[in-house]
């Protein structure tokens, strides 16, 4: 599985949803899954980072990529539904998800976590992405193989002073892939979650602001996980937590 290499065509004729796909890990990720002939839906807050994206796509020789422009903080179950009824009628059948959006809010002592953040940060990192999956399902069981990835954090799987909600929320995101894995084991979808390590993007820069930020991966040096789980290669792969830069 380590340093995969994905051979060429290998996302052909799946259609691969990436959430935060306008900036950082999942910008690169919809241009990856893109160019290895997958179908991608572009989902984000900010719509003319999601264009830029597309035309990336098109000007690549890619599949015609669709947009969704959502904010997650305001998104309900509805809005869930509605995104995966478009989904049915244009497509078909969804082969993956790639859970990628993610806030972090502000880093701060736990006596100052402030509530109005809290529920920000449980909402789009945690409950928005189990709504999604929610809704998604039926869509989901119409591929031959789903892949669901989540994106988890070092901070979600051993706690760290200040990271507050943050890594709360990257905690329920380990908790509800393994549930989901558990459920549907032996099933036609698998669940996993990537936890990506320290990455040159905004979101690091923010976390970290004293640091080089040249002495980071870059994203596309991530990819190699990013597509095995996506890929067939993974079809037996459920309820994992893996790391993108292992030690
Ligand atoms: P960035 O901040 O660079 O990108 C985050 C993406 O999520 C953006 O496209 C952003 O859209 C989108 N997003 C944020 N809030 C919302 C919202 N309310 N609704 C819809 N989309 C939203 O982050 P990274 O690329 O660094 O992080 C990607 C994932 O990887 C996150 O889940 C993060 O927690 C995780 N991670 C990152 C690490 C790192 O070192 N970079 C380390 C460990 C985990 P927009 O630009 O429009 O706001």
């Known amino acids: 599985m380590y340093n995969y290499t994905a051979p060429a065509g290998a996302l052909h004729d799946k259609v691969i949803l990436v959430t935060g796909a306008g900036d950082g890990i999942g910008r690169c990720a919809a241009l990856t899954y893109a160019s290895y002939g997958a179908t991608v839906i572009l989902l984000g807050k900010t719509v003319k980072k999601l264009e830029a994206v ?39 059948k969804l082969d993956g998800v790639l859970h990628n959006a993610g806030l972090l809010g502000v880093l701060s002592p736990f006596e100052h976590i402030n509530l109005a953040s809290w529920h920000d940060i449980m909402q789009i990192n945690v409950t928005g992405a189990m709504l999604m999956t929610q809704a998604l399902l039926p869509v989901l069981k119409q591929a031959p193989a789903a892949s669901i990835i989540f994106t988890s954090s070092g901070v979600g799987r051993t706690g760290k002073a200040y990271w507050g909600p943050y890594a709360v929320s990257k905690f329920a995101t380990e908790g509800l892939m393994q549930v989901m894995a558990d459920e549907f084991a032996g099933s036609s979808i698998r669940v996993n979650c990537i936890n990506p390590g320290a990455t040159r993007t905004a979101m690091r820069a923010k976390a970290y602001p004293g640091e080089d930020p040249m002495r980071l991966k870059t994203p596309a040096e991530l990819m190699w996980l990013y597509l095995y789980l996506m890929a067939d290669a993974s079809i037996d792969v459920n309820g994992q937590s893996l790391d993108a830069q292992p030690k």
């Not at 000007?59 to 509605?82: N, Q, R, V, W």
């Open 54 to 92: 597309y035309d990336e796509i098109i000007a690549a020789g890619g599949a015609e990529p669709a947009i969704i422009p959502l904010d997650l903080k305001g998104a309900t179950a509805s809005h869930y539904k509605d995104m995966a009824t478009t989904i049915s009628s244009e497509f078909g």
